[in-house]
Structures are given as structure tokens and as C-alpha cells.
């Protein structure tokens, strides 16, 4: 069976091309920076979505700037993906590989309970519009777990094949093992961001993938059951090859407007603020839509009183809009969140 096509080869050396120029433009953001999470939130709200799960991009980033239990539970769902990510990314940067009590991890990870793969009499994929059944996966403990190990030894060891072409292959066999009784897809779609991350193709899990599946969601279903039915390989890999160079393209490009913005905000506060003007400020404010006093007492930029008056001035000269919710005060960086989500 011959994979890497004329073709498929054109098309992955486009997907390097792209992933390289995100990869320069994320270097300018240090690995552990908010700004990073708040990115690569999108991602975990996307691929979320995919499975109708479902919060508005206002909940999501407010609750990233906050730790309280009144957090609705959709946006928790979509949070404890984002969890998995920075779980694997975490494993990732300690050497480890990719193996199958990882994948269990990443599983427990979003589903909040133990998970390991499937046992018992297996299950069924239908179409949800006529109920039929589509697809049967493997059945039997023993037979899961060979066929994952076997797919993490191609991932691993088949350094033959281009690594992003493996990645597409290892990604419908993980979907096509469909290894858990529930969460595959979602713990599919993080192994796609960590691979990248595994291969050294980007330094951080920032790639928005899951917004290139649900934007033609038919298509990607489609495209899965054509390997299964008909071995349509070719057509497979150049679609997610297509998704990878474009994905990669736009998150550069989100980055290099947030990078834009900010130093416009820090030239806008510099010349208008009547006191508290810092650099550090301006970086704090676009390092996630929503900032508190509390966020400029952690970083050292001001205490509490002070910190309230800096972020009031910058409500008053357009950079930051305060909203009340509850008692506690946020101050909203539209630009950014605009950016962020469009």
C-alpha cells in the first residue's frame, strides 16, 4: 500500500512549511505563559463541540481567571480537555512516550473517573440520523491493548514515513480502535496536538486542529469510514494534511495579531496613562481576556489599591471595560477576546 503519493508528499512538506512558521512566531511567548493556555483553549472549546458539548467563549475564558466551584458544568467539560492537553504536554516534556496507560490517563483525565480500555461484549458506531450501525470496533481487553501498542510502535519506531503523515494514519487507527467507552474522539484529537509536540514539529500544544473537523464535520466522518470500506488512504491523509497547513496558518497569524495589538496598547498606555504606566502591565493585561487585581498583586506590579487604580486607568484611556459579577470586579480586554475567538 503506497502512502506517501507524489501528492501526499507535496502536501506534507506544505504542512512543515506552516507548522515551522507558527512554531517561530510562538517562540516569542515563553512556554509557560497564560497567553499560551488561553490559545490553545480554543482548541479544547472546538474539539468540545464536536461532541455537543457546548460553552460560549465569555464563560470559558472567565472561568479561566478564576477558581471558583460556581463554573457551569458544559465549560467544565470543556476546561478538563484543556486539562488533558497540559497533562499530556506535562508527560511530554519529562522524555515519556506515547503509550497506552497515557491514553488511559488522558481519558480519566476528561471524563473525571478512572478509565481504562474497553471489556466485555465492545461496542457499536451508528449513523446518528438512521440508527444504523456504521462501524464495529475490535472487540476483547487483550485485542485493544496489542492494537494500541502496535500503533504506538508505528508512531514510535516508523521513522520511514514523515511523521506528519503518521500522525494521520495513527489518528484513524486510534478512532478506528475507538479504545474507550466514551471519550475517543476528544482523546484522539489531544494525541493529534501532542504528537506534533512529541516530534518536535511545535514547542507547545497551541495548534487549533478541531476547528478544521468542525468546520466540515461530514466531511472528516466521511473521509473515516472511506479508509474503513473502501482503503481510501490517499484521500484521507491529504484532507488532514490540508487541516494541519491550514490550522497552522491561522493560529500564526491570530498570534501575530495579538503580538501587533500589544504593542500598539503598550505605545497607547505609555502616552495616556497618568500613572502606573509599566511594560509588565500592558503584557499582563493581553496574557488572557480577563484580568483581576488580583492577577497585578501575583505578578509584583502593584498591591491591591494601587492595582484596582492602574486597571481603572486603563479603563478610562479604551484598553480594558470593567464588569462587575458579584462582588468581585473583572476588567475585560475585548481586543484580545476578539482575537482570540473570531
Given amino acids: 500500500m503506497e502512502i506517501e503519493s507524489k501528492a501526499v508528499l507535496k502536501a506534507a512538506i506544505e504542512a512543515h512549511i506552516a507548522l515551522a512558521q507558527l512554531r517561530g512566531v510562538a517562540k516569542a ?3 509557560d505563559s497564560i497567553l499560551i493556555r488561553a490559545i490553545a483553549l480554543q482548541e479544547a472549546r472546538t474539539s468540545s463541540e ?8 465569555d464563560e470559558l475564558y472567565r472561568a479561566l481567571s478564576q477558581n471558583e466551584f460556581s463554573i457551569d458544568p458544559q465549560t467544565k467539560e470543556v476546561l ?19 503509550d497506552v496507560p497515557f ?6 483525565t476528561i471524563l473525571q473517573r478512572p478509565i481504562s480500555v474497553r471489556k466485555g461484549l465492545g461496542t457499536r ?10 462501524y464495529t470496533p475490535p472487540v476483547g481487553e487483550a485485542l485493544i491493548r496489542r492494537q494500541l501498542e502496535n500503533l504506538c510502535a508505528f508512531w514510535e ?28 474522539g476528544r482523546v484522539g484529537r489531544v494525541l493529534n496536538i501532542l504528537f506534533l509536540v512529541h516530534q518536535k514539529l511545535l514547542d507547545s500544544p497551541i495548534l487549533y486542529l478541531s476547528r478544521a473537523i468542525i468546520e466540515d464535520k461530514p466531511a472528516y466522518y466521511r473521509g473515516l469510514r472511506q479508509v474503513t470500506e473502501e482503503g481510501r488512504w490517499e484521500d484521507w491523509v491529504l484532507m488532514m494534511l490540508g487541516s494541519i497547513t491550514s490550522t497552522a496558518i491561522e493560529t500564526r497569524r491570530r498570534i501575530e495579531t495579538i503580538q501587533r495589538e500589544l504593542d500598539l496598547a503598550i505605545n497607547h498606555a505609555k502616552l495616556n496613562m497618568s500613572r502606573g504606566y509599566s511594560m509588565e502591565l500592558i503584557r499582563t493585561i493581553y496574557s488572557q481576556p480577563y484580568t483581576r487585581i488580583i492577577f497585578l498583586e501575583k505578578a509584583n506590579i502593584a498591591k491591591r489599591q494601587a492595582a484596582s487604580e492602574y486597571l481603572q486607568e ?23 477576546l476578539e482575537i482570540l475567538t473570531i
Fill in 29 to 31: 511567548i515563553p512556554n
Fill in 50 to 57: 464536536i461532541e455537543m458539548i457546548v460553552t460560549t467563549n
Fill in 80 to 98: 478538563r480537555y484543556a486539562d488533558a492537553v497540559w497533562l499530556g504536554y506535562g508527560h511530554l516534556q519529562k522524555g515519556k512516550l506515547l
Fill in 103 to 108: 491514553f488511559e490517563g488522558l481519558a480519566s
Fill in 125 to 134: 458506531i451508528g449513523d446518528v440520523r438512521t440508527g444504523k450501525t456504521v
Fill in 157 to 184: 519506531n516508523n521513522r520511514e514515513v514523515d511523521p506528519l503523515v503518521r500522525l494521520c494514519m495513527g489518528h484513524y487507527q486510534f478512532e478506528a480502535i475507538h479504545p474507550f467507552s466514551d471519550s475517543n
Fill in 314 to 336: 486603563l479603563e478610562r484611556i479604551g484598553l480594558l471595560r470593567g464588569v462587575k459579577r458579584g462582588r468581585e470586579m473583572y476588567y475585560v480586554n475585548d481586543r484580545l
